[in-house]
């Protein structure tokens, strides 16, 4: 249901139960594997014991669906021209996500590196700077990636606690399917 976004009343239907109850069913296993996400104390410690490496840090805009009134006006991204909310994840050096931290509403997403102006170009320093940012960022952007391959991101609602637990989900989830 995760992976194809399935409605819940399509898979009661075929299966001759009732849409709540799936709709229950799929809230509960959420929380069940939300709560298997690895905590970032935990995630930390286990980067030292096994010698540490490089571990990159990053934050992504997870789209949502725009709530009406002027208090959800707060999650809009000037950047992304679209309502969203941020993500920030923890990668090792080959794009594995470690850790996501919670969903918060937020306006903007990134680190961003130098823009150009119409009046003032780029100097040689801010290109080369911008070029070492990208092949840093590039590990960590494959790995949000691999999480924003499911579906389910695409409906998400504005509600921070539920799109938490949704990406800790998608992240137990896609870790083992990555390992696999």
């Known amino acids: 249901m995760l992976r ?15 849409r709540t109850t799936v709709t229950r069913w799929v809230r509960e296993v959420v929380g069940l594997l939300a709560a298997r996400a690895p905590r970032l104390g935990r995630t ?6 096994t010698g540490g490496g490089v571990v990159l840090l990053d934050g992504s805009l997870i789209r949502a669906r725009r709530r009406t009134g002027t208090v959800n006006r707060k999650n809009y991204s000037g950047k992304h021209k679209h309502h969203g909310l941020l993500v920030i994840a923890l990668t090792d050096g080959k794009g594995r996500l470690l850790w996501v931290s919670a969903a918060r509403r937020v306006r903007t997403s990134e680190i961003t590196g130098y823009k150009a102006a119409r009046n003032r170009p780029l100097t ?4 080369l700077s911008n070029r070492a940012l990208a092949a840093v960022r590039a590990p960590v952007e494959h790995g949000f990636a691999h999480l924003k391959n499911w579906r389910v991101l695409g409906k998400v609602r504005t509600d921070p606690k539920w799109a938490t637990a949704l990406v800790r989900t998608l992240l137990v989830l896609t870790n083992r399917e990555v390992s696999r």
């Open 44 to 49: 930390l410690k286990r980067i030292t014991r």
């Open 124 to 127: 040689r320093g801010q290109k």
């Open 4 to 18: 194809c976004d399935q409605r819940p009343g399509d898979l009661a239907g075929g299966n001759g139960i009732h």
